[in-house]
């Protein structure tokens, strides 16, 4: 696939989806029993080998914690700031970025339980204003948590730096104060990525940033207020919350963006404004509260079972770095051959890459954050090209969910038809 001129593919290559991409993967569909077996017992030993691994192959700082049946191991490698070699800790707060999408999903789906919202009443109902007309008639709640909305992303147009193969727009939004109806408008005002309901979705930070305006239309109160004491609270989380400014409170580490060679040495933006990414990237957790989170949500303490039904119905859906995610409402979809289904969501935004999987059972779990993200040199047609952090995450991955030094998740088919392949130019959040 040929790019375009003057613009550039911005691949996250420390999530499960795009790992695939970033390696050259390619497997077939497993039959209906090729997941049945379960994965091998963690082994500490190998964990902890796993994520000196990742140190090792560039990344500063790496660390997680991964649960299996009742059993609960935590870990870190490298260091949390470069210029003081102060370490990394297991125990640290991340951005967790587009992890909040299911902590937002689930909110939602609580209004739907009580009636206040239908999944598959128009979105202009409860928002004329900022979705008018007949788009607001055909456009659905549903299609907003499923991103089949075909509302485009507003990240280009928010950083439009990023379509010039530039960072500087990363910089002048540090602290920028941006309200949601303005980038909601940004992102209505570009071409559609298609029609509403298509079967085949389009990722769009836009759908998430009305699905907070929604929740505060019902609720009455801000989203990150009602996310924090119907989701956060209720499920027991101790560390995770929205800031309420550019500073993450509490021990965590500084968060180094590479921005694929154009920054170099890799600059840290742990002191952010997050004002552009709230209900949709805006989170900040530990990944003992990302764990217990799955853990709680996908037993149905969170949510009722008909509703959790309702998040795992997926469908095939194009991330921003032009790969395909299996994705329900708020939900990614990983089946591995041999090890199992897991459900979860991973996130990268200015320095921090961070995803949370839970087998489908309950037994297995992973979370595991790092603070660096886009660390891939690009070739002459700005495609990121494979990097030794690609294979080491891999086997960290491995390890942790199965037990195995391979992490070879089933890709998503790429449908006959459908949206345009070609990537925007903005991070996969």
Same mark, same amino acid.
């Given at each position: 696939?040929?790019?375009?001129?003057?613009?550039?593919? /911005?691949?996250?290559?420390?999530?499960?989806?795009?790992?695939?991409?970033?390696?050259?993967?390619?497997?077939?569909?497993?039959?209906?029993?090729?997941?049945?077996?379960?994965?091998?017992?963690?082994?500490?030993?190998?964990?902890?080998?796993?994520?000196?691994?990742?140190?090792?192959?560039?990344?500063?700082?790496? %660390?997680?914690?991964?649960?299996?049946?009742?059993?609960?191991?935590?870990?870190?490698?490298?260091?949390?700031? /470069?210029?003081?070699?102060?370490?990394?800790?297991?125990?640290?707060? =991340?951005?967790?970025?587009?992890?909040?999408?299911?902590?937002?999903?689930?909110?939602?789906? =609580?209004?739907?339980?009580?009636?206040?919202?239908?999944?598959?009443?128009?979105?202009?109902?409860?928002?004329?204003?900022?979705?008018?007309?007949?788009?607001?008639?055909?456009?659905?709640?549903?299609?907003?948590?499923?991103?089949?909305?075909?509302?485009?992303?507003?990240?280009?147009?928010? %950083?439009?730096?990023? =379509?010039?193969?530039?960072?500087?727009? /990363?910089?002048?939004?540090? %602290?920028?104060? %941006?309200?949601?109806?303005?980038?909601?408008?940004?992102?209505?005002?570009?071409?559609?990525?298609?029609?509403?309901g298509g079967p085949v979705g389009v990722y769009s930070n836009t759908n998430w940033l009305l699905l907070g305006q929604l929740l505060e239309r019902v609720t009455g109160t801000t989203a990150e207020r009602y996310i924090t004491r119907?989701?956060?609270?209720?499920?027991?989380?101790?560390?995770?919350?929205f800031p309420d400014g550019p500073r993450i409170d509490g021990p965590h580490p500084r968060m180094y963006e590479a921005m694929f060679g154009l920054l170099d040495p890799p600059r840290d933006y742990s002191v952010y404004g997050m004002s552009w990414a709230m209900t949709g990237a805006g989170l900040v957790a530990t990944m003992e509260d990302l764990n217990r989170f799955y853990a709680e949500l996908l037993g149905g303490r969170i949510v009722g079972r008909a509703s959790l039904a309702e998040m795992q119905r997926t469908i095939p859906v194009r991330a921003l770095d032009g790969t395909m995610i299996d994705y329900g409402l708020g939900l990614h979809k990983v089946v591995v051959p041999g090890c199992g289904t897991f459900w979860g969501h991973d996130g990268s935004l200015w320095g921090a890459g961070t995803i949370s999987l839970t087998r489908a059972d309950g037994r297995r779990q992973m979370?595991?954050?790092?603070? /660096?993200?886009?660390?891939?040199?690009?070739?002459?047609?700005?495609?990121?090209?494979?990097?030794p952090i690609d294979g080491a995450l891999r086997t960290l991955y491995g390890r942790a969910l199965c037990g195995t030094d391979t992490f070879e998740p089933v890709p998503v088919p790429v449908p006959v038809s459908g949206p345009a392949s070609e990537p925007v130019p903005a991070t996969a959040l």
């Open positions: 696939m040929k790019l375009r001129s003057k613009k550039i593919r /911005l691949v996250l290559c420390a999530g499960v989806a795009a790992l695939t991409a970033c390696v050259g993967t390619v497997a077939a569909a497993p039959g209906p029993d090729a997941a049945t077996s379960g994965p091998a017992r963690v082994d500490p030993g190998k964990l902890r080998s796993a994520m000196d691994g990742v140190h090792r192959a560039g990344v500063p700082g790496v %660390f997680g914690e991964v649960r299996d049946a009742g059993r609960t191991w935590r870990g870190a490698s490298g260091v949390a700031d /470069l210029a003081t070699g102060r370490p990394v800790d297991a125990g640290m707060r =991340q951005r967790v970025a587009s992890i909040t999408k299911t902590f937002t999903a689930a909110a939602v789906m =609580q209004q739907v339980e009580r009636g206040r919202i239908e999944l598959d009443a128009p979105v202009g109902d409860h928002l004329p204003d900022l979705v008018p007309g007949e788009r607001g008639k055909r456009i659905t709640v549903r299609m907003l948590l499923n991103n089949t909305s075909g509302i485009p992303d507003y990240i280009p147009y928010a %950083f439009p730096s990023l =379509q010039e193969n530039s960072p500087r727009s /990363l910089d002048d939004n540090r %602290f920028r104060e %941006f309200r949601p109806a303005e980038l909601i408008a940004l992102g209505l005002a570009a071409p559609p990525t298609g029609e509403p119907h989701v956060i609270e209720r499920a027991g989380l101790r560390h995770t919350g979370s595991v954050a790092v603070n /660096l993200q886009r660390w891939n040199e690009r070739d002459s047609e700005g495609i990121p090209q494979p990097h």
